[in-house]
Every structure is written in structure tokens, then in C-alpha cells.
T-cell receptor, first 114, second 110 residues
């Protein structure tokens, strides 16, 4: 089944404790992206990747890191999480960024930073 | 850059028709997407418009006017399961990511 898989789905942790949210897609998609979604603010892009070893900042990259060492995986790293990073996170992928290609989203990761 | 506006909330009655509007101001344009998102779930793709006019897909239709920077999503024969947020997203020319509006929360009532 074609899908984008995120782990964990839920995480409660404390300020300053490094964490990684994994994202994997099995569709051989070139483009991958991370969003956060907050009430009243909608989906905001954190980082995106056009292909292996190519990553770019989105609208809200501060406090986050990503890597794209292989095509299928695009982990999101919070080196020193803070409470303002409490949010619902989505990973998404698409074959490329050709205009007609929609993004496929993972099921989301709900992070709570205490 | 992009600026995308949608109403925050709408309410409609089961069996009725509802139109959700989206306006955008962009330096360029290469397509507009509509996504549906149920509470706590992932957005799912509904429709795509790049040329002016209406695209119909079952109970859902999407319209685009590029000269007006305007799109709408039309939902017919509303069902309770259509209660969700509807997200408008625009793509710039070139290899740029989608920019999403804040979404419209639709409540379908009996």
C-alpha cells in the first residue's frame, strides 16, 4: 500500500531533550516536506527536500533540522525542544513539484513539549 | 510570495449545497489545490485547478478564475461526514512548495 509513515504518532517529552520524528515513504517520491499545524495558523512549512541531499528552509525552520540521506526517509530533528514547538506535525511527499502533483500526507505526529 | 484567504468557519445543512471561497494574491501562479482534513487526521487531496473553469468530481466541484485570483469549492448533497476543514493551497511557478491557506472549518448540521 502506498503510504507516508510517521513515527511516533504521539510524544510527550520535556524541554531540551533531543528528539527525532521519522518519516518514510514507499512511493519513490522525490519531494518531501515537513509541516506543523497550529490552531488559527493552519499548515506552515518547516523544511522541504527536492531530492536526496537537497534540503531547503520553509516558513518556520527555527529550532528544527532535517536530513535526506536516502530518498525514502526524511527525519525531523528537534535538537533542544521548547514548549513553543508543541504542535501537530505532518510529513508529506509527492513525485516531484510538477504543478499537477498533489502531496500525500502522513497521519501526523502530535508532540507535547513540557 | 503568496497570501491566501479563506473564511474561518461555515455551517450548512445536511443535503444542501455549500460554496467555500478562496482568494489569493501571488507573484506567480501554477495551480491551486483543495484538500479535506478531518479533525486530528491528515489532509487528503480533493481537486486541482490550473486553468480557468470548473472541475467536477462527483459531489465536489472546484472553480478557478486566475484573473480574479479566486477559487471556490462546491459541495453538493451535503452529508454529515463532510464536516471537516477544507484547505486551499497555491503553487508558484518553478519548483516551489505549496502554500496553504488557514483552512475553512465546515460543520454540517441535521
Amino acid at each position: 500500500e502506498a503510504q507516508v509513515t510517521q513515527n511516533p504518532r504521539y510524544l510527550i517529552t520535556v524541554t531540551g531533550k533531543k528528539l527525532t520524528v521519522t518519516c518514510s515513504q514507499n512511493m519513490n517520491h522525490e519531494y518531501m516536506s515537513w509541516y506543523r499545524q497550529d490552531p488559527g495558523l493552519g499548515l506552515r512549512q518547516i523544511y522541504y527536500s527536492m531530492n536526496v541531499e537537497v534540503t531547503d528552509k520553509g516558513d518556520v525552520p527555527e529550532g528544527y533540522k532535517v536530513s535526506r540521506k536516502e530518498k525514502r526517509n526524511f527525519p525531523l530533528i528537534l535538537e533542544s525542544p521548547s514548549p513553543n514547538q508543541t504542535s501537530l506535525y505532518f510529513c508529506a511527499s509527492s513525485p516531484g513539484t510538477e504543478f499537477h502533483q498533489p502531496q500525500h500526507f502522513g497521519d501526523g505526529t502530535r508532540l507535547s513539549i513540557l | 510570495g503568496q497570501n491566501i484567504d479563506q473564511p474561518t468557519e461555515m455551517t450548512a445543512t445536511e443535503g444542501a449545497i455549500v460554496q467555500i471561497n478562496c482568494t489569493y494574491q501571488t507573484s506567480g501562479f501554477n495551480g491551486l489545490f483543495w484538500y479535506q482534513q478531518h479533525a486530528g487526521e491528515a489532509p487528503t487531496f480533493l481537486s486541482y485547478n490550473v486553468l480557468d473553469g470548473l472541475e467536477e468530481k462527483g459531489r465536489f466541484s472546484s472553480f478557478l478564475s486566475r484573473s480574479k485570483g479566486y477559487s471556490y469549492l462546491l459541495l453538493k448533497e451535503l452529508q454529515m461526514k463532510d464536516s471537516a476543514s477544507y484547505l486551499c493551497a497555491v503553487r508558484d511557478p518553478g519548483n516551489t512548495p505549496l502554500v496553504f491557506g488557514k483552512g475553512t472549518r465546515l460543520s454540517v448540521i441535521a
